[in-house]
């Protein structure tokens, strides 16, 4: 069913579970390192396959960046809490269970804001917990690469144990027709939250960041939520967007004809935006959870957990808002630089010394165009802010003309070196040489003899033909106004 | 009165992916419900005042620094397992034809 028709009809619930894999050089229970990429199962001793008689040990790191995200999520830290088995039947796990928080996770009830189209919207946290990361499964044989069908499986456990902090969210209602925005706005500043903790290097495309959707529908007027489904491999920030509207269309056509949205695991696929159908999901008390018995509880400190909280670093959004009052930006401005991943850039070049309004400017008129007519990310463009702060400068000391600018930019993308080395190359300097902006405005005015006529009976405003002609004579390399004025000079009038 | 039935019996093994035939789902009933019973009177004896417990010692907060200690080499991994295909651990078909 078409988006516009579904949201007639129903209102989306949404809930966002999110895994993040931390950044600590040893794995959750063990000394294994965690480095993505190795050979297979290089990373993996006794402890996290499991082999008999040996004993998991709680990584202190992993345990100070969970409360530390907790912290950072407006979450309560646990003052006592323990690890629970996840009891279940797949080989990814080669003790047959998964170590994880169940009813005691050790972060819980917080929020994060995040902006929608100029509007604040408040996704509440329902838990932040601490897990073990899976192995990772090849499927052999069958016609899909998927676990149906499959004749058998080969393991790689270099994953498994990895810790795994999971972020999940309360039921977020309200949202709309903005449901897909929102999920992928939570998604992009939850991303930006670990970023600035320094805790993961929330990688959507190695799997560092993962997220789940959960989307759920009800009729307009009922306050009864529906059935949900959780989609998994949503891989991409895009594809949270695109996985959160194609469930609602498809749920929404189900419902309108009539039938029932079954609770199972859907799979995103990223070339068609569409979700298949995974397994059903089990029930919780099909996981049989009981208390970890090889791992004692954990019970935080409050003046180490209060410690933690006032080292966090400065929040995203209230950087946002510090550079924005700083700036001196619009909230209009200061989200299209947010959304453009300009943030970062500009804050560099003002570091670099460009005032913040040129660099803005730059960032986002010539580099985003360019950024933009060749599919890169602006970050990925090859310039540095200290580029774009060079080229200000010489703008500002009169060396470059906006139009000169834009050609110093080109030919450090295009690879010739730095800004100063353009100019020279290029010679892109602006021509201050009276004598030779003289000569030029003499061919100009000869060859514009209509013009300079008008000019001289008192027509000023048609100088503008004569100094467009010395720029286009110049090949843009004069300045302006200094030939504007030493036209007017030539015809003896007045400016 | 009997506190596992043999639906329940039969549903554990489903999850555990254990065949059992029907001689041994009842066979299994009657036992789990023994445990289960043995179980209900050490509830008896646990008062109010007792708090539940779920580890035999009063410690917390025991962490390891994160620091890597060396791992196995993938021979030595893969020493153990039954069958092995490009230094992986190889399984049996994990999704039976129904799922």
Not at chain 1, 2 to 11: C, W
Not at chain 1, 30 to 54: D, E, K, Y
Not at chain 1, 70 to 76: E, I, Q, T, W
Not at chain 1, 314 to 329: D, T
């Amino acid at each position: 069913m078409p988006y516009d028709e579904a949201l007639e009809r129903f209102e989306p619930v949404l809930g966002l579970e999110t895994h993040v894999e931390l950044g600590t050089e040893s794995k959750m229970f063990c000394g294994c390192p965690t480095t993505f990429g190795a050979p297979p199962n290089t990373h993996v001793c006794p402890v996290c396959l499991a082999l008999p008689g040996s004993l998991p040990v709680a990584n202190a790191k992993a345990i100070e960046s969970t409360i530390r995200i907790g912290l950072a999520l407006n979450c309560s830290i646990a003052e006592w809490c323990r690890f629970a088995r996840k009891n279940y039947f797949y080989p990814d796990m080669p003790k047959n269970y998964q170590i994880s928080q169940y009813d005691e996770p050790l972060c819980t009830d917080g929020y994060l804001d995040v902006q929608v189209e100029g509007k604040t919207v408040r996704v509440e946290i329902e838990r932040v917990h601490l897990e073990e990361d899976t192995g990772k499964s090849t499927h052999v044989g069958g016609a899909t690469g998927r676990i149906q069908g499959a004749d058998y499986s080969i393991v790689d456990y270099n994953r498994a144990g990895i810790p795994l902090v999971e972020i999940v969210t309360k039921p977020v209602e309200g949202t709309d027709r903005l449901a897909p925005e929102v999920a992928r706005a939570y998604v992009t500043e939850l991303r930006e939250v670990l970023r600035s903790l320094g805790v993961s290097d929330v990688r959507m495309e190695e799997g560092s960041l993962r997220c789940d959707v959960n989307v759920s529908l009800m009729p307009r007027g009922s306050s009864e939520w529906g059935t949900r489904t959780e989609t998994k491999n949503v891989n991409s920030l895009r594809s949270v967007e695109r996985a959160v509207r194609g469930e609602i269309e498809r749920q929404a056509a189900i419902l309108a004809d009539g039938g029932r949205i079954i609770q199972e695991t859907r799979h995103f696929h990223e070339d068609t935006g569409a979700t298949t159908s995974g397994r059903s999901k089990e029930e919780a008390q099909d996981y049989r959870y009981f208390p970890e018995p090889d791992l004692v509880p954990i019970a935080p400190d409050p003046a180490w957990v209060a410690q933690l909280k006032a080292e966090l670093p400065e929040l995203p959004s209230v950087r946002r808002a510090r550079l924005q009052a700083e700036w001196g930006v619009s909230d209009l401005d200061m989200a299209a630089m947010h959304n453009a991943g300009a943030i970062e850039l500009v804050e560099a070049t003002v570091e670099a010394g460009a005032p913040a309004a040129d660099a803005r400017k730059w960032w986002m008129g010539e580099l985003a165009r360019r950024a933009n007519e060749s599919g890169t990310a602006l970050a990925d463009l090859p310039i540095r802010p200290g580029d774009v702060a060079k080229v200000t400068e010489l703008v500002a000391s009169g060396a470059l003309n906006d139009k000169l600018a834009r050609q110093v930019l080109e030919g450090v993308l295009a690879g010739e070196g730095t800004p100063e080395d353009v100019v020279e190359k290029r010679g892109l300097r602006i021509v201050n040489d009276e004598g030779e902006l003289s000569a030029i405005i003499d061919q100009v005015l000869a060859s514009n003899a209509d013009a300079a006529d008008k000019v001289r009976s008192g027509k000023v405003a048609a100088v503008g033909a004569l100094v467009g002609g010395v720029m286009k004579a110049s090949r843009g390399k004069a300045d302006a106004g200094r030939a504007r004025e030493l036209i007017l000079e030539k015809l003896g009038v007045q400016g | 009165m009997s506190a596992i039935t043999r639906d329940e019996v039969a549903h554990l093994a489903r999850l555990s992916r254990l065949a059992l035939d029907e001689e041994e789902l009842d066979h299994f009933a009657a036992q789990l419900d023994q445990i289960v019973g043995a179980v209900a009177r050490v509830a008896e004896v646990a008062a109010g005042d007792i708090p539940p417990s779920s580890h035999a010692l009063p410690l917390t907060n025991v962490f390891r620094p994160d620091e890597i200690r060396p791992s196995l080499t993938p021979d030595q991994a893969l020493s153990g397992a039954p069958a092995v295909e490009e230094d992986r651990f190889r399984v049996p078909r994990i999704l039976g034809e129904e799922a």
